[in-house]
């Protein structure tokens, strides 16, 4: 168990601007991982071993991509208990984001806006960053999560992601296509019918080569956003289906505001993430599981802040689940609780 209580280290990093104590927290557990000081955050791993996609992992509960944008902390993240580790958004080429102030807390609401944008160190730098971690070595589940620089057309964007893909490959357990960031321009355009159609293609077909060179097939899972209609899901449930691909990562920040109309940094531009993301996350998993059958993996994300909140979500219909908000808000002591709270569900 963690040697120091998060609810002491809590007041200190939100007293900090959310970006500034972001850094603070990245470096810290990149200087910390693999080293004794580990035991300050650590927390002890739940065997629930179940087997999606091919991959078996340790158990139900993992970090989902955002928090790691450059893959320096995977070791670190690891540590805290998680059975699997996204990181990334990565780009081909490197790019600072959006201008900053970028990141704001809604604590009455747990909640986050962010609109960072995909600042990344690029692609070379991601994968160098991956080939230090031990963590695939220790057999847990690494998942790497690509999109599309700031600046290149939206008519362009299946070159990048088809470069991620490829450069990702080798180094990856299952690779996430991320088209739902809101912070992106145009991005979330992906998602409609012919583009996903065109995109999705594309990427089934390189990875269809790269399994070939590489002498196994990478699972691709498809990020996808909260903000979307039924007959929305359904295409995009059908696409997926259309080009094998193998999973679906339900989902990613909303655009809407209803939830924290009123408070402070509610009309910030970005994507809006913590409990108030919830229901709108269990709807898309809900539609999803029905459009998909019981089969496809659904990995659900969103609003989780705390044990029981993961239950749902897998009672919802996601297989998995991963946490990034619950995680600024309630401290690493989160993961080994909703992990064994899936583990003791009735």
């Known amino acids: 168990m963690p040697l120091l209580p998060y609810a002491l280290a809590r007041p200190f990093l939100f007293g900090l601007d959310p970006e500034t104590a972001h850094e603070l927290t990245m470096a810290s557990l990149a200087r910390a991982q693999g080293t004794p000081l580990e035991w300050a955050y650590c927390g002890g791993m739940v065997d629930d071993p179940v087997t999606l996609a091919g991959l078996r992992f340790p158990n139900r509960v993992g970090l989902a991509a955002g928090l790691d944008k450059n893959a320096r902390c995977i070791d670190g993240l690891g540590a805290m208990g998680f059975g699997f580790v996204e990181v990334g958004t990565v780009t081909p080429k490197p ?11 809604l604590p009455q609401k747990q909640a986050l806006i962010n609109r960072l944008g995909f600042n990344n160190d690029g692609l070379d ?30 008519e362009r964007a299946t070159d ?18 991320n ?10 355009a992906l998602q409609s019918d012919a583009a996903l159609d065109g995109l999705l ?13 590489h002498g196994r097939q990478v699972p691709v899972f498809v990020k996808i956003a909260p903000d979307l209609d039924e007959a ?19 989902t990613n920040t909303t655009i809407a505001r209803e939830a924290v109309e009123g408070l402070p940094h509610a009309t910030e531009t970005g994507g809006l993430s913590g409990a108030p993301v919830f229901e709108a996350s269990n709807r898309v998993i809900a539609r999803l ?58």
């Open 201 to 213: 293609g594309a990427v089934a077909q390189r990875r269809q080569a790269l399994a070939r060179e």
């Open 160 to 177: 990048d992601y088809l470069t991620c893909l490829e450069g990702v490959y080798p180094h990856a357990d299952y690779v996430t296509v």
């Open 179 to 188: 088209i739902s960031s809101p912070n992106t321009q145009n991005l979330r």
């Open 125 to 154: 730098a991601f994968i160098a960053n991956v080939q230090r971690a031990s963590f695939r070595r220790k057999g847990r589940i690494l998942g790497l999560n690509i999109g599309k620089n700031a600046a290149t057309p939206i």
């Open 232 to 250: 929305q899901i359904d295409v995009i449930a059908a696409t997926l289906r259309r080009h094998g691909m193998d999973g679906v990562v339900a």
């Open 289 to 346: 599981r029905a459009a998909l059958g019981k089969d496809f993996p659904i990995i659900g994300v969103g609003g989780i802040l705390s044990a029981g909140d993961a239950v749902v979500k897998l009672q919802a219909g996601a297989d998995l689940v991963q946490i990034y908000t619950g995680l600024i808000y309630q401290g690493p002591a989160l993961v080994r609780e909703a992990a064994l709270a899936i583990k003791n569900r009735s």
């Open 95 to 105: 790019q600072p984001g959006n201008p900053k102030p970028r990141m704001f807390r």
